[in-house]
Structure formats: C-alpha cells, structure tokens
C-alpha cells in the first residue's frame, strides 16, 4: 500500500468517526476543503462512492459500510504496532485507572506499592476501590479487576492467579449452642450471615457441590451486610454462620476465632481477572500494571 492510499483511507475513516468533515479535519488539523478533496480521490481511486454528504450530515454508502468494517480494525493494528515499537524503547509511562473490589485490592495490592514503583517508576496510577460492578468504558477505566464469573463481552479478561472458593465459617460458642451442619442442606436450621454487594438487590448465593452437582442454599438469618469483612466480624460474635471468600476467613480461622464448615461440599471456581476495552490499544504502562498483577497474584507478601 502506498503512502498515499493510507492516507486517503485514513482520512475517511477520520471522517466516519468524527460524524462530519469539519470535525474530521480539526482533529487531522488539515483544512475541510483538502479532506473533502482527500475522500473524493479515495472514490474516484475505488470507483465507487463511500459517503453520502449533504449540507447537514454525512453517512456511509453500503460499499462505505463494507471498507469501514475492514479496514478499521486493520487500522487499529497498525497504529497499536507502531506503538509498540515506540514504547520498546523507554519505560512504561503514563496514566492508568484501575478500578477494584476491597477483596481484590488487599490480595494483589495492598502493601505492594513500593515494588510497583521500584519497577515502573513512570506510571501515574490511579485507584478506586469500590466492589461494584462497573462498565469500564463508561467510567472511563483502563483496567478493572473481577472475580472471572463477573465478565462481561465488551472487555478482553486476562486471568491472574488460581481458583478461589467460598468458605462457611462460626465461632466456637455459635456451634456449642446450635451444634455444626453437616450438610449444606443442614443450614436451612441455622442462623445465616449473608451479604449482599452494594449495587445489587440480592444477597449472594450459598452455592455447594452436593453429590457432584453445585447446588444453591436459600438460608435465612437477622444479619445482611456489604461486604465480606463484616459477615467475619459477625460471625466472630456468635451472630450465625457466614458464607464468604476464603481470603477474608483466613486470619481468623488461624487465629482460631472462627472454624471451617462443610469443607467437603466446598467448589472452587475460576478466580480474579484483569479487564480492559476490547476495542482500542492497551498502553504499555497498563500492560505493566496487569504484569505486576498477575505476579503479584501468584505470590505471597512476606
């Protein structure tokens, strides 16, 4: 392709994007005349029309429709080439928004600052912490971590650790005076902590592996909270039963404040993943930042 070609398909792609020649041009900085005269040329190349202009709008032809679809992604990958090549030469740099659930930041991030700037010491990154489920291009984030059965179409997930499981938990006292379930189905006599993620209307589901078939448990109980680390807490005064990530029972149960329940009836499932558009080019520094992540994740902090 000649250098010449690319720019009239770029100027028409240009066009399309920007919904108008004069905008189009603002954003080449070239004048709405030269562009119109760039497009025409492109026509009279092809023979055949891809714009239909009138003195208010311009839209694609169907043959307009057709050479879009192909050639923009084409595009895309030329553009996301030639970066790549620019950015072999320095360190990562630049802005990155990452956007992510309390549990996901305390096992990949938190008190990991230091290495991360030890090793990109030009990234500027900017973290929001919040366990609702968000649309990564409408909130403007260039990476949001999920647990992998949150994933939606629009995003390309990279998958950073191992499974991960939910764990029934009580206290000592809370068993003494109620006694232990000794299958899933058991917790229907029980008092139940559920929560229930701030953007949703539901508590999450109790789901077992109940004779090789994952089950769902519809329990009651006087407790609903917003996150896992409440449902511990209560669960360490005796209130009932809490069904949460293993991450967040941890330390207690070390600590022999709450003990594990129904640990043979426990399924794992595909753990965090790392988020981005599936349409435009991933930076270098946002590339580093699911790196570091993804290291992060199969590593524990000393």
């Known amino acids: 392709m000649r250098g010449s070609d690319y720019a009239e398909l770029a100027a028409f792609v240009a066009v399309v994007d920007q ?7 603002k954003r080449l900085r070239i ?27 311009v839209s694609m032809t169907g043959a307009g429709v057709r050479l879009f679809d192909r050639f923009k992604p084409a595009m895309a990958e030329m ?38 700037y030890r090793c990109f010491p030009k990234i500027q990154l900017e973290v929001v912490i919040d366990d609702v489920l968000i649309d990564i291009i409408r909130a403007g984030f260039d990476l949001d971590v999920r647990l992998s059965g949150a994933l939606d179409a629009s995003t390309t997930a990279v998958a950073i650790g191992g499974p991960v499981r939910h764990v029934a938990v009580a206290s000592q006292a809370y068993l003494a005076e109620h006694g232990a379930p000794a299958t899933p189905t058991d917790l229907l006599n029980h008092r139940c902590i559920q929560w229930r993620r701030p953007d949703t209307d539901y508590p999450y589901r109790w789901v077992f592996m109940i004779d090789g078939c994952t089950t769902q448990v519809d329990v009651e109980g006087p407790l609903t909270v917003s996150h896992c680390e409440l449902a511990v807490a209560a669960a360490i005064q005796s209130v009932g039963i809490a069904f949460v990530l293993e991450q967040h029972a941890g330390a207690a149960v070390a600590r022999r404040e709450i003990e594990l329940l129904l640990t043979s009836f426990l399924p794992k499932f595909p753990g965090w993943s790392v988020c981005h558009p599936r349409a435009g080019i991933l930076s270098a520094a946002a590339q580093a930042v699911i790196q570091f992540l993804a290291e992060s994740a199969s590593t524990k902090l000393e």
């Open 19 to 25: 919904g108008s020649f004069a905008k189009a041009a």
């Open 31 to 57: 004048a709405p005349s030269s562009l119109s005269q760039t497009v025409k040329r492109l026509e009279e190349r092809l023979g055949v029309q891809v714009l239909h202009r009138t003195t208010r709008s």
């Open 79 to 116: 553009e996301a080439a030639v970066i790549d090549l620019r950015e072999l030469s320095s360190a990562p740099a630049g802005l990155v928004r990452l956007h992510m659930p309390r549990a996901a930041y305390a096992r990949l991030l938190e008190g990991r600052f230091g290495g991360l």
